[in-house]
């Protein structure tokens, strides 16, 4: 490791810096003078300016000395106008030493500086991005030197924690000049699950703040960034050591490669220098990694943007070994509105929060089918995701609002649009209410036709939602919930006490039992799996089981005995062929068998049933229903199989509307199978829990419905204004006429009849 160099200025200019903003006796704009002063002396330089970025991508002139009085807080320049919006817009220090006659050089009269020659600034970066500029001029002609420039680089560092800080510059004098408060950031991601939440930011997994950021040792904190980075070079390595990993592979591969970015000596030697320029150990990692975010950020290049994110992310681990993490007892201190960020997390991670405070989540990474966003679901929390940077433009405690059903979230709303959004939760949680007591009155028509809903369920938690809804049993369980929930497969005890528990808490409703449905983008953490270009359509569901049968035997062996005696319903997912169906019916007889055979309390009632999601499954039918005591429609991977549209591509998941006529002709014809063979059906898919699809399900002969259940008070109350006669008759008009936007046609007839949706 490098030696640290003697006593610098500007570990003694920092030392003064931090001794200013320790007093409690002066003002903002006192110390504001103060700072000025102090660096335009350390640099003989006649000028020091502070620019902070305001409401509007406008810099404005906070504090200086050597300018007119009179500039200060009344000079503004747009990101990009005059050599200070350039350094704003470019990320990057400029240093002239003939300002005035640059091309970008922007007059002002009102600042007096018409007679300076000279000019060197630097952004003032947090989290990577422009907080503000630093600038010194001079009336000669004067050539900055590289070392000059990293002092200011390390001084705006520190300038910069002050300001989004809170010590420096208060919430007031960050507004814009209207008197307004400041505009909020609108991001746009994709919506992973619906709803709207309003909360307080808090951050997963990251980084005690930094509360040190000028050293007092150098030498000292060298020695400490030597030992962290030892420490995670060996985490690194236990990594690459892990028996899962050893074997090979391409996630070796990336492992090695993100040692060797670990081990990166020009990263390293820039966190050397920062140290050698006054600043404590974890504000020198703190202060390169914004650096190199903001010089990634720039580029175009798909390589280089996530060699940006490895820097990151080892930014972040070396800050870990640093200052520690968290700790994880926050999870049980939170407020009761707590909007949780992270990059990426899983399952586990986000059920060790307790829901009741929980109100949303927020994600960089993320995709509807990731088994995070099901959990969320089950849960009925908002969450948008492939939020790019998003961590980066919030601070912990930010003002966040969610609005997941258009994929979207404010930071740090203004008064008005906080207001407008509050007033919207509280519609929704008026409307819950009523929602709420439609619970114990059956889903019936108008004319008097039942509809049984179910609800979707992968949790030992959803169980509660079956009385608080009045749901008529589960029309689903996703048995591969509790899988992802966990760091092994669950031996056959564990998944027997899961079962019985869920068996015996559903009391005497029906449970539906769906079979392992891993694979594609469903994967489990500890069972590596080779990648597909197609997952969706690749090894997954029906085919894991048949070709590892000990995995659905074992399964299976759990059912039968959770049972007690009970009824038994259980289905297989993915089904393609008859032969598969029949294969996976063969195993639950076995199983059957073995628990007669050991004295087991035999089954009351047993059904077995098939998914359907595979067209190819649909020109089947007749073998499929003589074979099979209930068919379940899985309209999530059916449609996607049906128009050949990933339902996780943002791009295209919404170009093909389930309610076409293409949609609703295909679901007919499956109705008509069915009843023609006198085989219950029921349809499982999201499309069963938005009231205008039900609604459409309902006038094509869909009788049993199942939904997450959030969903199960607004169909009921669609149900409860509808008349299925009237309805058949409209969809059979539709259906002889073929129109393109059949959705808006059924919400015309939605409207006419006053049908809830």
Known sequence: MSRIKPLTGSRLLLARLRDIMASDDVTQQARLDKIVSIIANDFVAEVCSIYVLRAGEILELFAATGLAPGAV???????GEGLIGRIAAQSRPLALSDAQSH????????????????LAGVPILRGGRVTGVLAVQNQTSRSYTEEEIEILETTAMVIAELITGDKLLGKDELRATDGSTLMPIILDGVRLNGGLAIGKAIFHERARPIIKLVSDDP?????????AVIEMHGSIDQMLDDPEISNGGDHKDVLKAYRMFAEDVGWLSRITEAIENGLTAEAAVEKVRNDTRARFRKQTNRYLRERMHDFDDLAHRLLQHLVGKIDNNIRNNLSNDTILLARNMGPAELLDYDRKYLKGLILEGGSKTTHLAIVARALDIPVVGKLEDALDKIEPLDAIIIDGDNGQIYIRPGQIILQSFTNTLNSKNEQLAIFASLRDIPAMTEDNINISINMNAGLLADIDNLSETGADGIGLFRTEIPFMDSDQFPDVNRQTDLYRQIIRRSEDKEVVFRTLDIGGEKDLPYWDTNKEENPSMGWRAIR???DRPTIVRHQLRALVSATEGRNLNIMFPMITEITEFDAAKEILQLEIHRAEARGREPIKSLKVGAM???????YQMTALLERSDFISVGSNDLFQFLFASDRSNPRIADRYDSLSMTGINFLSHIVEQCKLSDTPFSICGEIAGHPLDAMALIGIGFRNLSMQA?????????????SVNKLEQYLRSLQSHQPHNVREKLREFAIDHNVII
């Open 612 to 618: 359907l999601e595979v067209p190819a499954l649909v």
């Open 710 to 722: 959030s969903s199960i008070g607004p169909v009921k109350a669609m149900i409860r204004s509808l």
């Open 544 to 546: 894991i089981s048949l």
């Open 73 to 79: 807080h009344s000079t503004k320049l747009a990101i």
């Open 219 to 227: 030498v000292k904190e060298q020695q400490r960034l030597d030992r």
């Open 103 to 118: 091309p970008h050089f922007s007059y002002r009269p009102e600042t007096g500086e018409e007679i300076f020659q000279s």
